[in-house]
């Protein structure tokens, strides 16, 4: 009978359906046949959207979009061209370091590619980059973003299970730094291989120009952050304050957001949201279910049941949450496994904190692996190559990311340090 | 037609939306600025995102704003994948028509109470997804028609 629910979903899924009606119809054939009332449609609904750390989310959205229309994207860019670009291979790793930046700013990975390669990409191949590596470097790193804080899969795991939004935007920060700069290895290593080209020394009078544009982003994340750990603002109140902020640095200091766009920019994040909401919606529907049928704890049963041991037992998981996000939106499957999988992780002793972190990172690492990580898709479909080329490209960025997934899964200290720090 | 309806849908997101955001900046300045603290702010807030939410996901349908995993799906022929997406929405709406009608013995059963601090009847919180349904419903039509005039047309 379970199994029913899961089969339906799978098949949904493949044939194309959006995943938060894929959960919605497969909730409803599995309640047809059950005895479950169908009025848990409506009401679980509901009681999924209806949380206030939620509101946050429409919040850094809006912000983000706010800061892109302000032109901060070629900011971001200027800035790190401006401090990177006279190492060898400057480009492809200021293309890593703006990920970095610009994850502050919108949070998603796949508006990282995708705003960040429109931009970057061509400036690459007008150099005598090859197109292949741009493209890979820029799927590779835009997966730092939803990593680095604000974060909304962060924000959504807190929802789940009631962790503080705070620690996990804290415990986020070193891990993605790690990750940053491991990529710019990569792409430093090769570019020396390939003799790729470097700029001349900026002034440092340039550098600091460039570096007061690229400030008022940078001073965003800030404020957020903590405001948050300081107790200023919860995040809900924390993304209104971004928002805020990005309306007054748009209009006031770059100058390049315009009053009448506001409204369309509004319109625009609300959607967004709206499509989020459903799928987070279907998506309590979808787990109620699984907690009725005591799937969660068959799923722990069985892992545990497999080994008890920590260090097995965290690699399975990793590599179940790499295929899973290959496939699956982050959010998505955030929402089914987290609860489920974060059982398993407290059984052996793992913080729940650090496995939010190790959570996220699978996930959003999925979205770079080949063939179907949907950062590579986007990134191929801008630079105009072929997946096999973009994926074969991408290779050593996705050994590193792996490595570095490692290190933070066997390494409590990469994750704990910060938010202990600021608030033990 | 349509076009009334999208106007109207977009200004209601809208307003929800700065409704929201005015009620949590309220709400910071009543913490650290006023003598008094409204106790409503949150549930208001909640209020104006869910609605926003329930206006905003008919919207989202037309824009094709929900994810898929388009990955076996791109591997088919154009035709095939018309039809597919036909069924789609087909069964978007037959799972939204059930979400509608069973929103309403909810609503029945909720209006018996008020909220926490607003004392608003439940009901008109919960006809938030009735409006969800409803909106997505009309949306998924309009796609059908979209796709259907897009077929007849001669390429």
């Given amino acids: 009978m379970t199994i029913l629910l899961f089969i339906v979903f799978l098949v949904l899924l493949l044939l194309g359906f959006p995943i938060a009606f894929a959960l919605g119809l497969s909730s409803f054939v599995y309640i ?21 750390v939620l509101l946050s989310i429409p919040g850094f959205i809006l912000a983000g979009n706010l800061m892109n229309a302000s032109g901060i994207t070629s900011r971001i860019i200027r800035f790190c061209n401006a401090i990177l670009g006279h190492i060898r291979g400057g480009l492809g790793l200021a293309n890593v370091g703006a990920s970095m930046l610009f994850g502050g700013i919108s949070g998603t990975a796949i508006a990282d590619t995708a705003s960040i390669g429109s931009v970057m990409i061509p400036a690459m191949e007008k150099e005598g980059y090859d197109t292949d590596f741009s493209c890979a470097v820029t799927a590779t790193s835009s997966t730092i973003g939803p990593i680095i804080p604000p974060s909304l899969p962060m924000i959504i795991a807190a929802t789940l299970t009631g962790l503080s939004v705070g620690k996990l935007f804290m415990a986020g920060i070193l891990p993605g730094i790690l990750l940053g700069l491991g990529l710019m290895l990569v792409t430093y290593i090769i570019s020396v291989k390939r003799k790729y080209p470097k700029k001349t020394r900026v002034s440092y009078w340039t550098m600091a120009k460039s570096f007061y544009q690229a400030f008022w982003a940078i001073m965003m994340t800030l404020v957020i952050l903590f405001g948050i750990i300081g107790g200023v603002f919860t995040p809900t109140e924390a993304s209104i304050v971004a928002v805020i902020y990005a309306v007054g640095i748009g209009l006031f200091v770059y100058r390049e957001l315009k009053l009448k766009m506001i409204p369309k920019i509004i319109l625009d994040s609300a959607k967004m949201t709206a499509a989020l909401m459903v799928l987070v919606g279907f998506a309590n529907l979808f787990a109620w279910i699984m907690i009725v049928e005591e799937i969660p704890q068959l799923i722990a049963d069985s892992l545990l049941n497999l080994t008890q041991n920590k260090f097995l037992l965290l690699l399975l998981i990793n590599l179940l949450l790499l295929f899973v996000g290959a496939f699956m939106e982050t959010i998505a499957a955030l929402l089914i496994l987290f609860p489920v999988l974060l059982g398993v992780a407290l059984h052996v002793g793992v913080d729940p904190i650090q496995f939010a972190v190790i959570m996220v990172m699978n996930l959003v690492i999925g979205l770079t692996t080949p063939p179907v990580g949907v950062c590579l898709f986007v990134a191929s479909s801008i630079g105009k190559i072929s997946l096999e080329k973009i994926s074969r490209a991408g290779l050593p960025f996705l050994i590193v990311s792996l490595i570095v997934l490692l290190l933070v899964t066997y390494i409590p200290e990469i994750t704990l340090f910060l938010p202990g720090l600021f608030y033990d | 037609m349509k076009k009334y309806l999208d106007k109207i849908l977009e200004w209601a997101v ?87 009608v069973f929103s309403i013995p909810l609503i029945e059963i909720v209006t018996l109470q008020t909220s926490a601090s607003l004392k608003l009847n439940m009901g008109i919180m919960y006809f938030s997804m009735t409006c969800m349904g409803l909106f997505v419903i009309v949306y998924c039509f309009l796609e059908l028609r979209n796709n259907f005039k897009r077929i007849r047309q001669p390429v």
């Avoid at chain 1, 059950?34 to 009025?39: N, Q």
């Avoid at chain 2, 388009?70 to 036909?86: G, W």
């Fill in chain 1, 32 to 52: 047809l046949f059950s005895d479950l009332p169908l009025i848990v449609i409506p009401q679980k609904m509901y009681a999924g959207i209806d949380v206030f």
């Fill in chain 2, 14 to 100: 809208i307003t929800s939306f700065i409704m929201m955001i005015l009620t949590v900046i309220l709400q910071i300045i009543a913490r650290y600025g006023l003598p008094w603290s409204p106790h409503w702010t949150e549930e208001l807030a909640r209020f104006c995102f869910i609605y926003m939410v329930s206006l905003g996901a008919g919207l989202a349908v037309q824009e094709r704003g929900y994810v898929n995993v388009t990955t076996l799906i791109n591997l088919f022929p154009k035709k095939a994948r018309y039809y597919m997406d036909n069924v789609i929405l087909y069964s978007v709406i037959l799972l939204m028509l059930f979400m509608v």
